[in-house]
């Protein structure tokens, strides 16, 4: 079984830069860290699974 | 054997190295069917993931199953894409350029903690070396001590009056019988002394001792020859090519200015195959011996991977 974040929008600190890369910091329930990486000049939508419409985090 | 904590380590005089014990990695989520990937994206109405967003780029996260774990070193997993299928290969340019960025920052942010003293940035990929999730994803682990490998390559610089990798460039480069490809700041070859049937490394031209001092323009070439010889790979025997893929770069013990001498940013790729349907397995001299036999020539897989590679160009 996985944890679910009850509130995944809850962020722990505003978005940073890294680079090109911005990052999002995010504390999972049981208390692990999660980090979403964006990076501005993904303009492929590579990785995009068409079932998400695209749409992203 | 009292200690029965989590996670431990044990230090095999013999050898003269540490062992992890990390028991709880036994009962590890083992090659789920495709719908339970914990990798996937969380989408509405879906199965619950490790990722708790219906979409993502790239995802690092602590490992659920960590082999380290705070105060005693660290475990990530990182995520390259909410796609399910593909590989480092098939990821977008900018893509597998913000995955060096990405690489970067969790070598800057881990290697501040007191309890890491070595960064290992590393993809293992197939079932042939123990993957037990498909999702396109590598790992760090953050050791608390500096392991043997990274040992080694310190004690080359001694032996070699320098940095080694800077010195074994130049005589690659100067022979120049395995190299794989060149580019204006990274250069790919099988080693000398390869180990493995189609092993490669891929290595800054410039001394950089971490991914910390590279210029952005190296790390996106770094990216590119990535690509390059993991397509090359796929194309050599027309299937997915299993690797172990380990990013070398300085420890992070003691002061940064201290360390500038003790790495050099390089990717070195071990696949196990040594034709399309054998695998290498490490047996009585590797295991018993330490040393390695191979079945192969170095300068022989390199004309074949060149050859690969350019198909798959």
Same mark, same amino acid.
């Given at each position: ?57 | ?49 490790? &990722?708790?967003?219906?979409? +993502?780029?790239?995802? $690092? ?5 960590? /082999?380290? =774990?705070?105060? #005693? @070193? ?65 790992? &760090?682990?953050?050791?608390? +001590?500096?392991?043997? $490998? ?5 004690? /080359?610089? =001694?032996?070699? #009056? @320098? ?151």
């Amino acid at each position: 079984m996985q944890e679910r974040v009850q509130d995944p929008e809850r962020r722990v600190q505003d978005p940073e830069r890294c680079g090109p890369v911005t990052l999002t910091r995010h504390r999972k329930d049981d208390g692990r860290a999660l980090i979403l990486y964006s990076h501005d000049e993904d303009r492929t939508g590579a990785g995009v699974d068409p079932s998400t419409g695209g749409a992203r985090a | 054997m009292s200690d029965r904590s989590k996670i431990g380590l044990r230090f095999d005089e013999l050898r003269g190295e540490q062992v992890v014990y990390a028991i709880h990695r036994q009962d590890r989520t083992f090659l789920p069917a495709r719908e339970l990937c914990p990798l996937d994206p969380t989408r509405p109405g879906g199965p619950e993931t490790e &990722i708790p967003f219906p979409a +993502f780029q790239i995802a $690092v996260f602590d490992n659920r199953f960590p /082999a380290f =774990e705070s105060p #005693g @070193g660290a475990a990530e997993v990182v995520v390259y894409t909410d796609c399910h299928t593909g590989s480092l290969a098939t990821l977008s340019d900018e893509r597998a350029e913000a995955l060096m960025w990405v690489w970067r920052h969790r070598y800057e942010e881990l290697g501040a903690r007191p309890d890491v003293d070595y960064v290992m940035i590393f993809e293992n990929r197939g079932v042939e070396v123990g993957v037990t999730l498909h999702h396109p994803h590598g790992q &760090i682990y953050g050791y608390p +001590f500096i392991p043997p $490998v990274l040992e080694r390559e310190l004690a /080359a610089d =001694e032996r070699l #009056g @320098g940095c080694a990798p800077c010195e074994l460039l130049r005589r690659e480069l100067a022979d120049g019988e395995r190299v794989l490809f060149e580019g204006e700041r990274v250069v790919a070859y099988v080693p000398y002394a390869a180990r493995w049937a189609y092993e490669a490394h891929v290595v800054l031209r410039e001394h950089r001792a971490s991914l910390l001092d590279c210029e952005p323009l190296e790390l996106r070439e770094l990216a590119v020859a990535l690509q390059t010889l993991v397509r090359g790979y796929d194309a050599l025997f027309e299937r997915p090519f299993p690797y172990v893929m380990v990013v070398h770069q300085a420890p992070t013990i003691g002061p940064r200015h201290a360390r500038a001498h003790d790495g050099h940013v390089h990717v070195e790729f071990y696949p196990p195959l040594r034709t399309a349907d054998k695998l290498k397995f490490l047996a009585g001299s590797e295991q018993g011996a330490g040393t390695f036999i191979s079945d192969t020539l170095p300068e022989d897989t390199a004309i074949a991977l060149r050859e690969a590679i350019a198909r798959a160009a």
